[in-house]
């Protein structure tokens, strides 16, 4: 066996394997596949030559396909053939080349959802001790609703903001989400929903939105 690779979920080898145990490289062969977890073999072989030879494959990074070169009898330039990896099909994929690489895979970007925010009960940017502030938004797309809106609220110290409280409301059906708050001392506070990332969305936060208590 020559030039193994691992396949992308690494379950699997494919290798280069010569006819008979006595040739030499550059003679007949064919592409096998162990399966690590059974270790069984299958063959897969190119249907469009006579005779393989110096076969190396490289799996496609699904790994559906492997690609190798190879040279027909005594032809002096390879061929580069697709192998599908369950052996149902094989193609010629381009004349007269050799060593394929294949592109990496890349993933789309993984979407950021929409959560808003607004501060209801505020008379010129704040409150009266002992009245509430009203938090209310929505969060998007559909697949979100439902989802728990994190809430957090900060107060200033000096030149620090401390954080005074941190609480979750959960979305409704159409998307909206409200939480009222009692602040429970004079100063200047601030306040921001966020949504946590799950396995289909980026996290998202808003801005902080000021107020003061009066």
């Known amino acids: 066996m020559w030039y193994a690779a691992w396949s992308p979920d690494g379950t699997e080898i494919a290798a280069c394997v010569f006819d008979a145990s006595s040739t030499y490289p550059g003679q007949p062969a064919h592409v096998a596949i162990i399966d690590m977890r059974t270790h069984k073999e299958r063959a897969l072989r190119i249907t469009q030559q006579s005779e393989s030879s110096w076969l190396q494959p490289t799996w496609s990074p699904d790994g559906r396909w492997l690609a190798c070169s190879s040279y027909d009898g005594g032809a002096e330039v390879p061929d580069t053939f697709l192998l599908s990896s369950d052996g149902t099909e094989s193609r010629l994929l381009m004349a007269n080349a050799a060593d394929p690489v294949w592109k990496p895979a ?15 009960g505020l ?9 509430i502030v009203t938090a209310s938004g929505t969060v998007a797309p559909l697949s979100l609703i439902g989802s728990r809106v994190v809430l957090s609220v900060e107060m200033k110290r000096g030149l620090t903001w401390i954080k005074v409280k941190t609480t979750s409301a959960s979305s409704r059906p159409v998307g909206n989400y409200s939480w009222k708050y009692a602040p429970a001392l004079k100063g200047a506070y601030r306040m921001r929903a966020q949504v946590a990332k799950t396995a289909a969305y980026r996290a998202a936060t808003t801005l902080w939105l000021p107020f003061t208590v009066r």
């Open 123 to 131: 008379t010129s940017g704040g409150v009266r001790l002992g009245q």
């Open 106 to 120: 890349v993933s789309p970007p993984t979407p950021t959802p929409t959560v808003s925010l607004t501060l209801g």
